[in-house]
């Protein structure tokens, strides 16, 4: 059955796919982040708070609004895309560079880094190949979009 | 040689008599009963295994270590005992905490380690080869990695300038150190191995870029090379190497481009940290580091600046030479530039150097920046 | 500052305008294009192996065509790039390659970056839940980690020193001793963790060991330096883990034993092949290493003497402090000294130096202990 995309559902099923890939995730080391997904739609966000600690997804909780205080980054975007971004990742396999997280996020055009402390900022990118394989999962899943 | 032991041991009858009676089974054990705390560590979440978090205890942790180390002047271990005999004195000329320590030096020497990559064989370098660059864009990217060269070479050196006059009870923090050596190692390796790679050849170093960053490595004091180093230019080639990944031309750069992300974020991370702690506790510095900064942040300019940098970058952006390229390739470097140095004052003003945008020479150049 | 770039290139009109000039037409000087610098195309010449150094050793750009005088490059150029007018002097100390190079200093450098390890997570951590070690077998083990802890670092400080006083073209020694930074970073790491997780916590410091290692620190040369670290040293100190790991009394020990040693078998053998390299290539230098090791042996004397180290591992080796156990100890503690002693001429003697023992106290204090070893019936 396809998991709606943005759903607590979806990232438990990617939570479950980076466990039975441990080995790899223990490869890239240690990934101690909180970040959040914000998901926009009509001018209404779903957001999502996901808590990284070793080399797992610890906890996923569905939140009204982000508080940049708690969280390293949030990462922002329209349901758009994310949704190419995710079908991109379900074509290739991998996200392409067009549609990796660092290039979407370049430049906040598409989807935005937003934070509150440029150091909680800076472990987007001291984790980065660990977030993009995360995201890279989605290959494994059907998703469904509203 | 610098140093003469103060005597000849093969010669010395006390030395030898004392190595005589312990081969003979006369203990003195001296040791047995040092002076020390009694511990037994352990791993507060078996996932992460031992961490120096863990080991943070007592007479042993770096959280209880002074801001003036007075009382060690040598390579014993924090928390040993060190009445046994007299010690030489190693020289240690940064001895205060707050010139170092950053409140995060630890998370990062262990993500560090837990981080590790190797270029040889992590890198897909068969994608290049089978889907190799044209060449004049090729050309571009030999040339942004000769460039990058030059900067991990610099990089490289700080680190390895300090580590030895650092004292030896901020062990934490030097190992961090050493774990930079690595990085910045393995970085000059995999940017010399691209460069080499794509059958361009290597291009020019930069003498404007060089310039800077020798100012940069030879900072008088490590608070201000740490600045510079760790904060500005781990800063400026974080931004490059963000900025080039999402123009990447191949799966290869991209990946590498990933790594050396992940690299320079730590630096930064330490960086900024270790300038905060080190305002935290020396406030009265507030003022020389806008002194220092005033004389040495053009060095920013001189290497975003440098054409050996701005050209090929200007092209990878955009994706080739024709015009249309170009002009893409310009608008995206500029507000690459302007994100750079907007992150560089974001990270000044949290670590608690406020105010430096409206002190700073930067902006008033950058406001002069158009893109016909 | 130590020192001021030619420009202050914010007020340097002309090269901002250049700069403001590319960014508003487009228009671009270009000539980087044209350096003057050769085309390879160098490729894995072993698939598993990956992209090595030794694949980079082609043409100007390789390591093996380093003249042994380098004269054009003095700045952070990457060796084999163009090197313009006006680059700055990297002020290195270090310009003859035969002062630093090794025979296969790139594989060195290649094999410690695939086999870094991981203090905190490679070593089974948990195992020592619940192990009571016996005082005095706890406490001897304690005092070996505390020394073992206190001297690693002299082998990140000391070679990080001259690492830049290296000539930058000198690319893959630079990164072999970055390597070794960081292996002694997770050595100083590994035993202190292990000395605080005995129960018995950090023991006595070693002042006669820290002689050695001011000694170290105070080399005229790197050559000097590495024979006095890499091959005196970490020649012992390898011996002491080999011995370490067959008296270890848990796994965690002998893990533990086992994976640094072989980083330090790694560091030896760059001593023992830069060793070499420096005798061919360098004879001038062999009388002045002479006279640095007549001191470094000197120290190995003191060291000999630092009876914290010595009756902790005599402790160890025998398993108590009951006087049959101290006997048994110290029969194997002098099998020990005696090989120190002996690998540390045979690897002079393998590298050029036959002649060491002819004029070496240490070598006369081997021959003493082996005949008073040999009459008590222990052999080496």
Known sequence: MALSFPSTDYFEALKGQMKAAQEKFSRLGFIDTTFAVSVGNNGKAHNYVLEFEVYELKNIDEVPTVDLKKVDFSIEGDERVWREMIENIKRNGQADTAHDINTLTHFGEQLKIVYDDPDGHDKLYRFMESIQEFFDLSSQLEVSFT | MAFYADKDYSEDQEVLGMMNEVMAGNLGLRWYNANTEKIKGKPSNPERGLTYQDLDIGTYGYTDIPEYVRTSQSMVARGSDKSIGKLPDMGYVVNRKSDVWSDNVTELYEESKARRWAPATDIPWGALGEKPVAEPLEAACAQLYTFLQECQLVSLDFPSRWVALINQDFIEQKSFMCAQMLDASRLLEVFRKRALYGGAGMKRASVSAEQCLKEWLWAETYPQGSVSINLALAGLLLNIYRQVAAFAPTTTDRALLGYAMQDSGRWVSYGTGCLRYHLEHQPGQRVSMHEYLDESEHAMLGIIGSPELLEPLIIISGGGFEKDQIKAGRDSVSRFIKLAVQEYFERLDYAGLEGRAHRSRIPHVLERIQVA | ?380
């Open chain 3, 1 to 380: 500052m130590a020192y001021l770039a030619t420009h202050d290139y914010l007020e340097d009109k002309s090269f901002v305008d250049k700069w403001l000039y590319t960014m508003r037409t487009g228009e671009m000087d270009l000539s980087w294009m044209n350096a003057k610098t050769e085309k390879i195309k160098p490729r894995p010449q072993n698939a598993r192996r990956g992209l090595t150094y030794r694949d980079l050793d082609v043409g100007s750009y390789g390591f093996t065509e380093v003249p042994e005088k380098v004269r054009d490059n003095r700045s952070y150029a990457p060796r084999g790039a163009e090197i313009p007018a006006g680059v700055p002097d990297a002020q290195p100390w270090v310009s003859r390659k035969s002062e630093s190079w090794a025979f296969n200093t790139e594989s060195y450098y290649e094999e410690a970056v695939s086999r870094q390890w991981n203090a905190t997570t490679d070593i089974p951590w948990e195992h020592l839940e619940g192990v009571e070690l016996p005082e005095a077998t706890g406490k001897a083990l304690s005092q070996l980690m505390t020394f073992l802890t206190e001297v690693e670092m002299i082998a990140t400080d000391t070679p990080a020193m001259w690492l830049p006083r290296l000539s930058p073209d000198f690319i893959e020694v630079r990164a072999f001793i970055a390597s070794q930074a960081m292996d002694e970073a997770r050595h100083a790491e590994v035993f202190r963790k292990r000395a605080l997780t005995t129960g018995y916590g950090l023991m006595a410091a070693s002042p006669m060991n820290e002689m050695a290692l001011k000694h170290l620190r105070d080399a005229d040369s790197f050559s000097e330096m590495s024979v006095a670290l890499h091959l005196v040293a970490e020649g012992n100190v390898l011996t002491m883990f080999r011995f370490s790991e067959y008296l270890s009394p848990t796994d965690v020990d002998k893990r533990i034993f086992r994976l640094v040693m072989q980083d330090e078998a790694r560091h030896v053998g760059y001593g023992m092949q830069h060793f070499k390299y420096v005798l061919e290539n360098f004879p001038e230098k062999r009388e002045v290493l002479h006279a640095h090791l007549d001191e470094a042996e000197n120290i190995s004397f003191a060291g000999a003497a630092a009876t914290e180290v010595t009756e902790s591992f005599i402790i160890l080796a025998g398993g108590g402090m009951k006087k049959e156990q101290i006997d048994a100890g110290i029969k194997v503690t002098t099998q020990f000294n005696l090989k120190q002693m002996s690998e540390h001429f045979e690897r002079l003697e393998k590298c050029g130096m036959p002649e060491r023992k002819d004029r070496s106290k240490l070598y006369q204090m081997f021959l003493m202990g082996k005949a008073a070893a040999e009459a008590q019936g222990i052999k080496i």
